[in-house]
């Protein structure tokens, strides 16, 4: 099935809500004006008032002895090429599906797990919209409209090179990674714990890169020619600090703070690489601490949570660089030399400390 219409998200129970308006106050009503005071019996005409007002929905489950309990969406992954699962609360099946790009798409188990089946065409990490209505076995309905990702099996190993979280107009903040292997980056998602809490702050879309690229992820958009550049071209975007290396840009503004966790994340949510930064400027609040769990829980940080690199001298030009090394501790990291900055560019081994 394929079709390139999408609808807005709504959510509905099984039984149409204009009836539930009318026939209960009407009900309750008759009730009311049956008693032999009404209408001067203003305390029962105002209990009748507040029992219409109570759930509809409760009262006709009661009544009719069904759920009117809509299924709830959890999310979906793509956890296998050319595969999707969408998780629900309860057992549901597929009434109808769109996908935008269009694609042709199957479903292969329903339940709270709705495995789908998909062909297309599109690389590895390319978003997709979703439209599905679903139902339960009451006949209560779900329509979600979702983003997700085509997988890309083609990941590449990289490091977290260089990073500024000083800014300055025109200068923004940075992260920029060196690729360790050709790959495809589609659907790799980027963390900044201090900065969004749950939420990354860039998804990738897809991009075939070659090992030992500079890919510079810029924090903020506030000049113009700024150009994502996905292609063999590397000299597209402009911009005060568009680079000799691969070229992002964060839509809008993002500070990024120099106390940090900042990570890179496949689909599988496997953490890639990931670095632990502290200032004494910003305090190590929880958010930050609860990724630093995670990174040392899944060997991304080799010290214990708090252990992390220095950040106190960072500036626009002196940037937070990794050295050599690559042993998931705060000993990879170094503060370059003032004007030592290297977004896209081999970092500078100067040391300011
Ligand atoms: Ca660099």
Known sequence: MKRNRIRPVRQSAGLPNRSCKILRPLRVLAEVVRKPKFPNNFIVWLAALMICSCSTE??????????????????????????????????????????????????????????????????????????????????????????????????????????????????????????????????????????????????????????????????????????????????????????????????????????????AMDQDNRIIDGVLLVNSKYPWKEPVAAAASLLVSQGAWAEGDGEAVNSDGESVTRTICRGSRDSNSSSDWYITVTSGATPGRPNNPGRYR
């Not at 709830?72 to 050319?82: D, P, Q």
Request: hydrophobic residues 40%; contains cysteine.
């Open 58 to 263: 409760t009262a006709l489950q009661r009544l009719l002895g069904i759920s009117a309990a809509a299924p709830v969406f959890y999310g979906c992954k793509t956890s296998a090429e050319g595969e999707v699962d969408f998780l629900f609360s309860s057992a549901v099946k597929v009434v109808s599906m769109y996908f935008d790009p269009p694609m042709e798409a199957e479903a292969l188990t329903q339940g709270e797990t709705v495995k789908i089946r998909y062909e297309t065409s599109q690389p590895g990490g390319s978003k997709i919209t979703a439209d599905l209505l679903v139902e339960d076995k009451d006949r209560n309905t779900l329509n979600i409209l979702v983003n997700f990702r085509t997988r890309n099996n083609r990941m590449p190993d990289f490091v977290i090179n260089e990073i500024r979280t000083s800014y300055s107009k025109p200068k923004v903040e940075f992260i920029e990674l060196k690729t360790l292997q050709a790959g495809n980056l589609g659907a790799l998602r980027l963390f900044a714990a201090y900065d969004k809490e749950k939420e990354a702050i860039f998804e990738f879309p897809p991009v075939e890169v070659k090992a030992g690229e500079y890919v510079v992820v810029h924090s903020r958009s506030i000049e113009s020619g700024l150009v994502d550049e996905t292609g063999t071209t590397l000299t597209e975007s402009k911009g005060t600090d568009a680079s000799s290396g691969r070229d992002f840009w964060i839509p809008g503004v993002l500070k990024l703070h120099s106390t940090n966790a900042i990570y």
